[in-house]
């Protein structure tokens, strides 16, 4: 099979990292790719929202399989665009529509969803600048602290958490009046702030069957002990000890069949990967979020774990063959470390040469590049916010997380920055 894989990031050079396993790839490009997924495959100088230069791509190189790693192109509808011309319509998407990706690309249309099929979540309510005002007075009826969530994609930061009502009332004003997100907060979903334990579980679906895949719990924040401001996310374990038989018979039960068949019911033949944020509240799940993708770097730490054929499950998945495919997933746990730009998530520079990545003698630790670029002399050096993803792997959480914090402390830049916490909330569950 020859693949285009679209993305940057650690995810995608995680997914090329997977599908270069598979005996059925032939050729694999990755547009626009990173330093890392050069070795696996040929990068190529396409932007992943370059519709026009995707579907002349495809064609003049016979791909017989498009996979969507990032969001924003799914939101934008890439699949539906190949779709309306003759010679594109038939090849295979791994990434739903334009209409299935309104479950990341709206909060509005994601929560309106899950309560029309009965599915658990956050009491909300939605406002505009025009109800502004409204939207302060529904304020002071909520519990504190209250949660504003921009309704567009906002590159995992349009989500604020306000502890009082003050600082609520004026967020919802800088989101609204200020446009604070740009677009993406020209609406505000304000919900009631659950409280629990976060994790991630993830579906593989080609609209009519699913497979679940391995669970795992992301670490959002940039400071240690969840300090300081949201990023696109600074590590993640799998599996997670409290997804136990029973909860996770839940969320398939509660979450997952019901938003398969509500998928189903609008009409939305949706093939791809659904990340379903999820909070364990007393034992009983509820939906945070939908994304429409994989998660980043959730998926340096689920694909470790997955033994099957990866590329064979993105072709059941685009193709409608997901009922014949046997999910098989390794007993093993694994820990990412997400090491980033200093700065970051605020301003940061680009272009710090990286050492120490030719030291990896390490069996139990992968190295996932995502911000990352090959400089003119051949050096690697940053181009990112998130530079790398660090993936230990081990027969215990304390293993995991100690093989991947070895390999991290081999790899340097100027200003280099990571959590040194990944994993310890975990430890002390299972402790």
């Known amino acids: ?225 969840d300090t300081g401001p949201n990023t696109g996310g600074m590590g993640a374990i799998s599996p997670v000890p409290f997804a136990d038989a029973e909860f996770m018979e839940k969320v398939d039960r509660k979450i997952v069949q019901p938003t398969i068949r509500g998928l189903h019911d609008a009409g939305i033949d949706y093939r791809g990967f659904l990340f379903i944020g999820l909070m364990n509240m007393d034992g009983e799940p509820y939906v945070i979020e939908y994304n429409v993708r994989m998660g980043d770097p959730e998926t340096q730490a689920v694909l470790p774990r997955v033994e099957s054929d990866f590329l064979e499950l993105l072709d059941a998945i685009a193709n409608k063959k997901l009922a014949g495919y046997e999910l098989k997933t390794a007993s093993t746990v694994t820990a990412t470390v997400v090491m980033v730009a200093g700065g970051y998530p605020g301003a940061y520079e680009k272009g710090k040469t990286i050492s120490g990545l030719e030291k990896n003698t390490l069996e139990n630790a992968l190295t996932f590049h995502a911000g990352t670029q090959t400089t003119n002399s051949g050096t690697i050096g940053t181009n990112g916010g998130r530079v790398m993803g660090i993936t230990g792997i081990g027969a215990t959480t304390e293993e995991a997380i100690r093989n991947a914090y070895e390999r991290v402390d081999q790899i340097r830049w100027e200003n280099v920055n990571f959590r040194k916490d990944i994993g310890q909330d975990i430890l002390e569950l299972e402790n």
């Open 1 to 225: 099979m020859n693949i285009l894989l679209l993305g940057s990031g650690g995810r995608e050079h995680a997914f090329a990292w997977k599908i270069n396993q598979s005996t059925h790839c032939n050729k694999l490009w990755i547009a626009p790719g990173n330093a890392g997924t050069a070795a696996l495959g040929e990068n190529v100088a396409l932007a992943v929202n370059d519709f026009p230069g995707i579907r002349d791509f495809c064609l003049k190189n016979t791909v017989d399989l498009l996979v969507v790693g990032p969001e924003e192109p799914l939101v934008k509808g890439l699949k539906d665009f190949l779709a309306l011309d003759p010679k594109t319509a038939g090849i295979p998407v791994a990434g739903p529509g334009k209409a299935g990706a309104q479950l990341e690309g709206s909060k509005d249309f994601s929560k309106e969803f899950m309560v029309k099929n009965g599915i658990p979540t956050a009491t909300y309510a939605t406002f505009t600048e025009e109800t502004l005002l409204q939207g302060m007075e529904y304020l002071k009826t909520q519990q504190l602290p209250i949660v504003l969530k921009a309704d567009g994609l906002a590159a995992g930061k349009g989500v604020l958490i306000c502890t009082d009502l003050e600082e609520a009332t004026s967020s919802l004003r800088d989101m609204l009046e200020g446009h604070k997100f740009g677009e993406a907060s020209s609406k505000v979903v304000v919900e009631t702030f659950l409280k629990g334990i976060e994790l991630s579980v993830f579906v593989a679906t080609d609209g009519d069957t699913y497979k679940i895949l391995p669970e795992a719990k992301d670490y959002k924040r940039i400071g240690e002990k």
